[in-house]
Nanobody, 124 residues
Framework: DVQLVESGGGSVQAGGSLRVSCAAFGYSDSAYCMGWFRQAPGKEREAVAC???????EYSDAAKGRSTISQGNAKNTVYLQLNSLNPEDGGTYYCAASSRTLWSGCSLRTDFPYWGQGTQVTVS
């Protein structure tokens, strides 16, 4: 089974920065797609950024220019660097994973079958 473990959430002042991490376990497909999603209290989950095994990336309009998704030294680890944070950026950040195929690729619209438990980010 595939397991995703997020970490790095916490509280940060407005204008500050935070980096959340996701470690994937039990996923053997070398062609992967991993994404970060945010769900604010009382609102629907929305895509923030995604990255594939060949380092293609995509960002939401809100995240573009302020956030960076990257692969860690361990290839099963993905980071999301959040900069210039404001209270609207707060919420639960979820890591998601999928395979990358010729027809699905990797994008914010990818139907991710695997999800982590989420890590809380609070901006005040």
């Amino acid at each position: 089974d595939v397991q995703l473990v997020e970490s790095g959430g916490g509280s940060v002042q407005a204008g500050g920065s935070l980096r959340v991490s996701c470690a994937a376990f039990g996923y053997s497909d070398s062609a992967y797609c991993m994404g970060w999603f945010r769900q604010a209290p009382g609102k629907e989950r929305e895509a923030v950024a995604c990255i594939d095994d060949i380092l293609n990336t995509e960002y939401s309009d809100a995240a573009k220019g302020r956030s960076t998704i990257s692969q860690g030294n361990a290839k099963n680890t993905v980071y999301l660097q959040l900069n210039s944070l404001n209270p609207e950026d707060g919420g639960t950040y979820y890591c998601a994973a999928s395979s990358r195929t010729l027809w699905s690729g990797c994008s914010l619209r990818t139907d991710f079958p695997y999800w982590g438990q989420g890590t809380q980010v609070t901006v005040s």
